[in-house]
């Protein structure tokens, strides 16, 4: 049996039973669509709105339109831009563009001044994008799978981040700027080519660091507080005084839920995710582990 596919325009024909609910969501994903049907916009009442693995290539500008969207899903899709309308969403905390051919934000996209969450792994990025700098209340941020060498100097302005995820970018040094970073939890450095580490005391709130997969010959040096993974990580922590703590989830399950962002960082609560197109489209119940 193929997958669905709804004419361009028409919303598909469980679409009002999904809306019946009273959550005002809209779950698309694992259809064939180029776009997005004009009469989702019309849905301004809409809060939450799943559209991955589609196929999607496009977004109207009447994507503007959903004012009252909190979630919005566009991973595994086939995006290589975004509209500005999609800047112009002003309840967004939660995007998911991760598996899309991105090679830049629109400058506008330091408008989404509710965003929280925002998970962009697993595109084309060669540059950290500015308008990012200008997300202070941005807690989530997931870049792994890019190509990214550099970090702004200006990225400590990110006051509101707790986790950052770069993992399998092409960081050759580590980034200077992340040594002022000092209300981050989590930091994910895996498979990027680094040879080595300053002394991490810096990052105070630091909670779980990675650095698996890199040429490295052992771990930092860090507070006895935190949780280290790779290289020579056990038996750093094996010789402290103090046993480590139980580690939160250093890649967190994507979460569709609506705990406080802490809670998606630490695991609490239940986590809703998608894998990429080829598994179980349908949502998997799964708690956040430790693994990659």
Same mark, same amino acid.
């Given at each position: 049996?193929?997958?669905?596919?709804?004419?361009?325009?028409?919303?598909?024909?469980?679409?009002?039973?999904?809306?019946?609910?009273?959550?005002?969501?809209?779950?698309?994903?694992?259809?064939?669509?180029?776009?997005?049907?004009?009469?989702?916009?019309?849905?301004?009442?809409?809060?939450?709105?799943?559209?991955?693995?589609?196929?999607?290539?496009?977004?109207?500008?009447?994507?503007?339109?959903?004012?009252?969207?909190?979630?919005?899903?566009?991973?595994?899709?086939?995006?290589?831009?975004? !509209?500005?309308?999609?800047? =112009? /969403?002003?309840? %967004?905390?939660? #995007?998911?563009? $991760?598996?899309? *051919? &991105?090679? +830049? @934000?629109?400058?506008?996209?330091?408008?989404?001044?509710?965003?929280?969450?925002?998970?962009?792994?697993?595109?084309?990025?060669?540059?950290? !994008?500015?308008?990012?700098? =200008? /997300?202070?209340? %941005?807690?989530? #941020?997931?870049? $792994?799978?890019? *190509? &990214?060498? +550099? @970090?702004?100097?200006?990225?400590?302005?990110?006051?509101?981040?707790?986790?950052?995820?770069?993992?399998?970018?092409?960081?050759?040094?580590? !980034?200077?700027?992340?040594? =002022?970073?000092?209300? %981050?939890?989590? #930091?994910?450095?895996?498979?990027? *080519? &680094?040879?080595?580490?300053?002394?991490?005391?810096?990052?105070?709130?630091?909670?779980?660091?990675?650095?698996?997969?890199?040429?490295?010959?052992?771990?930092?040096?860090?507070?006895?507080?935190?949780?280290?993974?790779?290289?020579?990580?056990?038996?750093?922590?094996?010789?402290?005084?103090?046993?480590?703590?139980?580690?939160?989830?250093?890649?967190?399950?994507?979460?569709?839920?609506?705990?406080?962002?802490?809670?998606?960082?630490?695991?609490?609560?239940?986590?809703?995710?998608?894998?990429?197109?080829?598994?179980?489209?349908?949502?998997?119940?799964?708690?956040?582990?430790?693994?990659?």
């Amino acid at each position: 049996m193929g997958i669905a596919e709804s004419t361009p325009d028409e919303l598909p024909s469980d679409a009002e039973e999904q809306l019946r609910s009273g959550e005002q969501q809209l779950e698309l994903s694992g259809r064939r669509l180029r776009r997005l049907p004009s009469a989702v916009c019309a849905l301004s009442r809409l809060q939450k709105l799943y559209v991955s693995g589609t196929g999607l290539r496009e977004l109207p500008e009447e994507i503007e339109e959903l004012r009252e969207l909190r979630i919005l899903a566009l991973d595994f899709n086939k995006l290589e831009r975004l !509209p500005d309308g999609l800047c =112009r /969403l002003p309840r %967004l905390t939660r #995007l998911y563009l $991760g598996g899309n *051919r &991105l090679l +830049a @934000l629109p400058a506008d996209f330091a408008q989404l001044q509710s965003l929280r969450c925002l998970w962009i792994e697993g595109n084309f990025l060669r540059r950290f !994008p500015r308008p990012l700098l =200008r /997300l202070v209340a %941005l807690q989530s #941020l997931q870049m $792994g799978d890019n *190509r &990214l060498r +550099a @970090l702004p100097a200006e990225l400590p302005r990110m006051t509101g981040l707790r986790g950052l995820w770069l993992y399998g970018n092409r960081f050759e040094e580590f !980034p200077p700027a992340l040594l =002022r970073m000092g209300r %981050l939890h989590i #930091l994910d450095l895996d498979r990027n *080519r &680094l040879g080595g580490f300053p002394d991490l005391h810096p990052l105070r709130a630091l909670r779980v660091f990675s650095y698996d997969h890199n040429p490295v010959t052992g771990p930092p040096r860090v507070a006895d507080t935190v949780f280290l993974v790779g290289e020579g990580a056990v038996e750093r922590m094996a010789e402290r005084d103090e046993p480590t703590p139980r580690p939160p989830p250093r890649r967190p399950a994507r979460a569709f839920e609506d705990e406080e962002e802490e809670d998606l960082l630490i695991g609490g609560g239940s986590s809703r995710a998608l894998g990429p197109p080829g598994g179980s489209l349908p949502a998997l119940e799964a708690a956040p582990g430790l693994g990659t």
